[in-house]
């Protein structure tokens, strides 16, 4: 597998792979229903696939999102992601 193409986020912000992903749509409420293990195991592929930035936001599903990516990021170094809030 190719690597993810690096990008620099602003003037001095840390690097990131060009594609990210937004975690938004993993609460419930905010597009329909919503499966966290099917979330979990997405995020896991993301990562897997070069992803290194993560959007969520604790208003996404009222603090829902922020757990869930706790949860998938568990023994993920802190290194390997930027999270983006």
Known sequence: MASMQSVQ???NGPGVGAIGL???GMSP????SA???ESI???HQAIEAGVSLID???FYGMGH????VRRALGDTPRSKIVLSV
Do not use: V
């Open 35 to 37: 499966d966290d293990s």
């Open 56 to 58: 969520t936001g604790d």
């Open 29 to 32: 409420g905010i597009y329909g």
């Open 9 to 11: 986020m602003g003037r």
């Open 22 to 24: 937004g975690c938004m």
């Open 41 to 43: 195991a997405t995020i």
């Open 65 to 68: 999102n922020e757990m869930l």
